[in-house]
């Protein structure tokens, strides 16, 4: 079954009873995250009930594939419905829940995260074409819906938005539904309380938001896949004066390469769209950079560790592994 436009906020926040595992995919890395967390909370409210919800890796299914079945098929000591869920999934692993949708055991509700695949994935397949299970497809946000949900978080702290702000910060938040979140949630802690009749202007909005969106993400997610070395080192200097988010830069980078894989896998058609400087990347490499990438998105989430140290560390680790690396 496949889930899109307005069904995939109401059906990812309440899943059917009838969905056995649930495939969230997409370009907008921050937007699959939040899907998949809707799907584990409409199940189990506490995320981390290790009791009731087990997290597991694409790769750990890929060495030990009958974990989905036991997990899958394990009761919660406590009662109550439980989730499995399963990150940065690929084709690889198509099989394997092509098989586990065949023959479904118990409630449990599996939650598949993955990065873009194409119409001829054939992970995406499995899900689409099942009766027990379904595809969630993840757009960019369009800037209308951006504007939406920028303005609600505006409004929820007492704040009203000039129609030049908000127009300038959903051209620039619209790429990333994590990316949204976070420097919306900046700019109202930098606003501060907000008073009877209180308006963000767009010189504020350039001011407080700057170079910390979008645009220098993707700059450096660019430099990181060039495997330039000396443009990334400016970008980080950049980055640490300005105070940008490193977790996010991070996303940005790793859904850069989720597309680069994407492209591997669908035989062509995402290839042609790939920026030139990517090309150069061999699959063995590419796996490489996904692993270290997705471990310092998840790291930059779950440890209390400096985040830019721990982001920095990993987007350098990957440019060095580039083919033909420039220093």
């Known amino acids: ?8 906020d109401k059906l990812s926040a309440k899943p059917p009873a009838s969905w056995a595992a649930v495939l969230v995919f997409g370009s907008n890395n921050g937007l699959v995250r939040e899907r998949a967390d809707r799907c584990v909370v409409a199940i189990v409210p506490d995320m981390n009930d290790a009791f009731r919800v087990a997290d597991l890796s694409g790769d750990l299914l890929k060495k030990d594939p009958a974990r989905l079945g036991d997990e899958a098929g394990a009761i919660s000591m406590f009662g109550g419905r439980r989730v499995v869920r ?12 092509e098989g586990y949708l065949a023959d479904v055991k118990g409630d449990t509700l599996v939650v598949v995260e993955a990065g873009e695949l194409t119409k001829v994935s054939a992970l995406r397949k499995v899900f689409e074409g099942s009766k027990k299970g379904a ?18 978080a505006l409004s929820g702290a007492g704040w009203q938005v000039e129609p030049d702000a908000l127009v300038y910060l959903s051209e620039a938040l619209s790429a990333d539904r994590r990316l949204l979140r976070t420097e919306v949630e900046k700019l109202v802690c930098y606003l501060g309380a907000a008073t009877a009749g209180s308006v963000v202007t767009r010189s504020e909005v350039v001011g407080l938001i700057g170079d910390s969106g979008a645009v220098e993400g993707d700059a450096v ?32 980078t790793l859904r850069l390469f989720q597309r680069l894989a994407a492209g591997m896998e669908g035989a062509g058609p995402m290839w ?18 996904l692993v270290i990438l997705s471990e310092a ?4 989430r779950t440890t209390g560790f400096p985040e830019a140290a721990m982001a920095q560390q990993a987007l350098v680790e990957v440019a060095r592994r580039r083919p033909g690396n420039r220093r």
Request: with cysteine; net charge negative.
């Open 135 to 152: 595809a969630i497809e993840c757009f960019d946000d369009r800037p209308e819906e951006a504007g939406r949900l920028i303005q609600q």
């Open 272 to 289: 042609g769209k790939m920026p030139v400087q990517v090309s150069g990347w061999d699959r063995v490499r590419l796996r490489q950079a």
């Open 297 to 300: 998105e998840a790291r930059t």
């Open 86 to 97: 399963v990150r940065e999934a690929s084709n690889d692993l198509a099989s394997l829940f």
């Open 221 to 252: 997610a660019d430099a990181v896949a060039d495997g330039d070395l000396k443009r990334l080192d400016r970008l980080i200097a950049k980055g640490n004066e300005s105070g940008m988010a490193w977790g996010v830069a991070v996303g940005f």
């Open 1 to 8: 079954m496949r889930i899109t436009g307005t069904d995939a």
